[in-house]
């Protein structure tokens, strides 16, 4: 009889907690997950608040790889966070502007052609300067240098997408009476979401090709390491120790993959809510991730909580209007503040220019000649790996962007590939070269080319991605070949995404030059003649006044070739190859 009882209550039991077995591990790993990360939060905390230390001493034990990773990953979600609002910012003025899109534009040219190490070094100063006795200067400054690899190539991509939002989007907001932060939530940046999703994962990728550098700063005797991932990697090489580049490889690898499961492979899922098409997509792309989030029990009782919020705010018509006047108010401030902002960007530029022509003043005249040449190799090896770079992202980023299932196999590897650090393979690469008898002239194309393809890659898969099903299904049902759909459909939907990337892959090897043509290997330095081996010689020897000139010369051809030939292709891909004007 009792044991008759004890069954039955169990089996009640059963039935009663089963759906809480079902459904709450969800929650409770999320909560574990959350504690996780808050302890992780309070060691990088203790970390940044450390006394600065005279020498760091690196822990080479893969027990202290899961430490140094996270040390890292976080430095590199932080960047990204400052380069998303930095490009919310920067592409919208630009693109709402016209007299602010006459400087702004040319400038982020510049910016995201300036070599690192032009800047590095003096904001490591001032930044151990303003925090003599902790390492918040020297996290802020790997921050900063991380963040310049990746907020150029986001703002474009936004840039772009604002300037060419099809007109009866605008229409329907001027139909509906939208203002200008209507109008931008509701239109302008859904349409810029799945461009935006796929260049933010690949500015997550450019901010690792320095990351050897960035956290293991030396500048003379004074040590300014950082304990992390990349750091790990330098002392690992420096040692010659197989053993733990083995594990920081496979570091590596593991954290890229985490994030891309984790983050990026929800967010191209959650962009496909943007897509404009007629049509529903059947073979949709899919992440786990967001599949076991939507049975969280938890985050759908906090969805409903928000649902309900925002029903009593939009039944509160006092509260509804006095939103709506401070959107008005902020719209009429808006041509003041951007009028102060430009004055306050064009004073410090000015004052810059002055600091420059102080520090050229030293220079001798006859290099400028040597500088120009010096312009002149490089430029032309850029050049080069964007055509060789093209020549396979472009089909390959078809293939993957056009195919759900391709996606789901290829973004994993592709986010492995972009955002390994280049420079970790360049002893094997300069190997092979020299095997093969090829010298450091023609093998810098190859060293800039393995950190530049992505971004042309990313952005074919961004263009591919976006083109709507139902013209495809138009294009199908006309019998149209492979080629008369490629030239008819698929490049004049991806061509402003091709420029675009093109536009930040160049940018990313005049940056790359730096490492590509002044390579330093376990003792010894191979070089060739050219702008970015100038700009890592002059920072070795503390010559600023040519690095000061390398960096100028740099500048202005950027700036004369982004006006003569990428701005007539980005004039061209707002007119002639847009399907939407």
């Not at 190490?117 to 490591?124: E, G, Q, Y």
Request: net charge positive; glycine share 6%.
């Amino acid at each position: 009889m009792i044991t008759r009882l004890l069954d039955t209550v169990w089996g009640q039991a059963n039935a009663l907690f089963a759906p809480f077995r079902r459904k709450r591990w969800v929650d409770l790993a999320l909560v574990a997950a959350a504690f996780g990360l808050i302890y992780g939060l309070i060691l990088l905390g203790h970390e940044w608040t450390a006394v600065q230390r005279p020498e760091l001493q690196l822990d080479l034990s893969p027990l202290a790889l899961p430490k140094y990773t996270f040390f890292s990953m976080m430095r590199g979600l932080a960047a990204y966070a400052i380069s998303l609002a930095f490009t919310l910012v920067y592409a919208y003025w630009a693109a709402k502007d016209p007299r602010a899109e006459r400087l702004l534009v040319p400038l982020l040219d510049i910016l995201q052609s300036i070599p690192v190490l032009t800047f590095l070094m003096p904001l490591l100063l001032v930044m151990v300067a303003l925090f003599p006795r902790s390492n918040i200067g020297l996290e802020l400054t790997a921050i900063f240098t991380i963040f310049t690899g990746q907020a150029w190539n986001m703002t474009f991509s936004l840039y772009h997408s604002l300037k060419s939002v099809p007109s009866e989007f605008h229409e329907a907001g001027t139909v509906y009476r939208f203002n200008w932060w209507q109008r931008l939530k509701w239109v302008e940046l859904p349409f810029a979401t799945t461009g935006l999703a796929w260049n933010s994962m690949m500015s997550m990728a450019g901010g690792w090709f320095f990351l050897m550098i960035n956290e293991a700063l030396k500048v003379g005797d004074k040590d300014f390491r950082l304990p992390g991932l990349g750091s790990y990697m330098s002392v690992a090489v420096e040692q010659g120790n197989v053993r733990a580049e083995i594990y920081a490889v496979i570091a590596m690898v593991l954290m890229i993959v985490t994030l891309d499961q984790l983050l990026w492979r929800p967010i191209v899922v959650w962009a496909q809510r943007f897509k404009v098409e007629d049509t529903v997509q059947n073979d949709a792309p899919k992440s786990w991730v967001m599949d076991l989030l939507r049975r969280s029990p938890l985050l759908r009782r906090w969805d409903h909580w928000r649902a309900m919020r925002r029903m009593k705010a939009h039944r509160e018509a006092k509260e509804a209007r006095s939103q709506d006047t401070a959107v008005v108010r902020a719209a009429s401030a808006a041509p003041l503040m951007a009028l102060v902002m430009l004055t306050v960007l064009a004073a410090l530029i000015a004052l810059g220019g002055l600091g420059i022509v102080r520090l050229l003043s030293h220079l001798e005249a006859g290099s400028w000649w040597m500088l120009a040449k010096a312009a002149g190799l490089t430029l032309s090896r850029v050049l080069a790996s964007l055509v060789i770079g093209t020549a396979w992202a472009l089909p390959a980023g078809l293939a993957i962007g056009l195919s759900p299932r391709l996606s789901r196999i290829f973004q994993p590897i592709v986010q492995v590939a972009a955002s390994f650090p280049a420079p970790m393979l360049f002893p094997a690469v300069i190997a092979i070269l020299a095997f093969l008898k090829v010298g450091l002239g023609w093998g810098a194309i190859v060293l800039m080319l393995l950190g530049t393809q992505w971004y042309i890659l990313f952005n074919v898969i961004a263009g591919a991605s976006a083109i709507p099903s139902d013209l495809r299904e138009v294009a199908q049902s006309f019998g149209f070949n492979r080629w008369q759909r490629f030239k008819t459909l698929y490049f004049p939907a991806i061509f402003p995404y091709l420029v675009t990337g093109c536009l930040t892959a160049a940018g990313g090897a005049w940056n790359a030059s730096i490492v590509s043509e002044y390579v330093s290997l376990k003792g010894y330095t191979l070089s060739t003649f050219g702008l970015g081996a100038i700009v890592s010689e002059a920072t070795d020897a503390h010559n600023f006044a040519l690095l000061g000139a390398a960096t100028l010369v740099l500048a202005g051809t950027v700036v004369l070739f982004n006006r003569l030939v990428w701005k007539p292709l980005y004039r061209m891909a707002e007119t002639r190859y847009s399907l939407s004007k």
